[in-house]
């Protein structure tokens, strides 16, 4: 039997809960789509059936941009909703005593009152761009808190703002904003480019949360959480999309120009979440944006290869 399981475990968040449990010496095991495929009922009850984890901290899901999210919506709707659905059947069926769900901030109203509460959701239309992937974190709340009604289970949804950090994708065909502009200057400064395009108008307001602080928060809810519905993750601060490309722009040492495209989507005006339910519990994160992203772009920069320098 383990302690704890997280599945996921090679991405972005997966990666920094797993190192925070070993750091804390806990008995803890990673595994990835190289262990199972999710959306596969069966493989999905031999893995959990073969690790019986007391705790399980889903960070499994089809993520990506703006432009990826737009192009693939079926698969992001299904893939996802396939996921979440094995794991919680198979967490349910093997006896696992606590089940993180992590979900995002996209699942709010795209023009949700700001900073958005959690009893936002579901009180108006989401964002057009992201819908479906949005869709089925709705259905993971839903489930989650399904299984705590009739079975009584101590199961938790957690939704986190945008998260960022080391081992985060950086490919621009799939990758969120924040490592799709450190892959652009760092690109552009290397080739000795000009400019460096961002798209969208630059307007945009977004809150961002260091993949570490989130580790924290997530074994942190762990210990002090069990409650029905959605609880916000974030800094409760936000940026607009222009000074954080500025920002990079400048811990990158990109002295080039920054154009704005504003044929492409900004996506929703502004996603600034209310995080006082969860610093009246006791948490709060700790690294500022500047930081976070200067360890960010030194992890990229350290981990590029020759044929990505190119």
């Known amino acids: 039997m383990t302690e704890f399981l997280v599945v996921g475990s090679s991405g972005l968040v997966g990666s920094s809960v797993l190192a925070k449990l070993k750091e804390r010496k ?8 190289k262990d199972a495929d999710l959306r596969s009922a069966k ?18 899901a089809k993520v990506g ?7 693939f919506p079926v698969e992001f709707l299904l893939d996802n ?10 967490s349910h069926e093997m006896g696992v005593e606590r089940f993180v769900f992590l979900g995002s901030s996209c699942i709010y109203p795209r023009l949700a009152d700001q900073p958005i509460k959690e009893i936002s959701l579901m009180t108006g239309p989401l964002e057009p761009t992201n819908s479906s992937y949005a869709m089925a974190k709705i259905a993971g709340i839903q489930l989650v808190d399904s299984y705590r009604k009739q079975y009584g289970h101590k ?3 957690l939704m ?18 924040i490592p ?16 460096v395009e961002v ?13 570490q602080d989130l580790a924290t928060a997530i074994l942190f809810c762990l210990e002090k959480c069990d409650e029905s519905g959605p609880i916000n993750i974030g800094t409760g601060e936000d940026i607009t999309i222009r000074e954080l490309a500025e920002l990079i722009a400048e811990l990158t040492e990109f002295k080039g120009e920054i154009q704005f495209n504003k044929s492409y989507p900004d996506g929703t005006p502004r996603k600034l979440l209310d995080v006082s339910r969860i610093n009246k519990l006791g948490w709060k994160a700790q690294t500022t944006l500047r930081d976070g992203l200067k360890s960010t772009v030194e992890w990229y920069v350290a981990n590029l290869d020759d044929r990505k320098r190119i």
């Open 155 to 157: 199961w938790i949804s």
């Open 26 to 33: 806990l008995d803890a095991v990673g595994v990835s789509s």
């Open 65 to 71: 941009g703006i432009k990826f999210n737009e192009t």
């Open 81 to 90: 909703i396939d996921i979440q659905n094995n794991l919680m059947r198979a």
């Open 180 to 195: 799709a502009l450190i892959n652009k200057f760092i690109t552009a400064k290397l080739a000795d480019s000009r400019e």
């Open 199 to 211: 798209w969208g108008s630059g307007k945009a307001q977004r809150e961002f949360l260091f993949s």
């Open 43 to 60: 493989e999905t009850f031999e893995l959990i059936s073969y690790y019986k984890p007391r705790y399980l901290i889903d960070c499994a």
């Open 160 to 177: 986190p703002t945008n998260i960022y950090g080391s081992n985060d994708n950086f490919n621009l065909e799939t990758s969120h904003v």
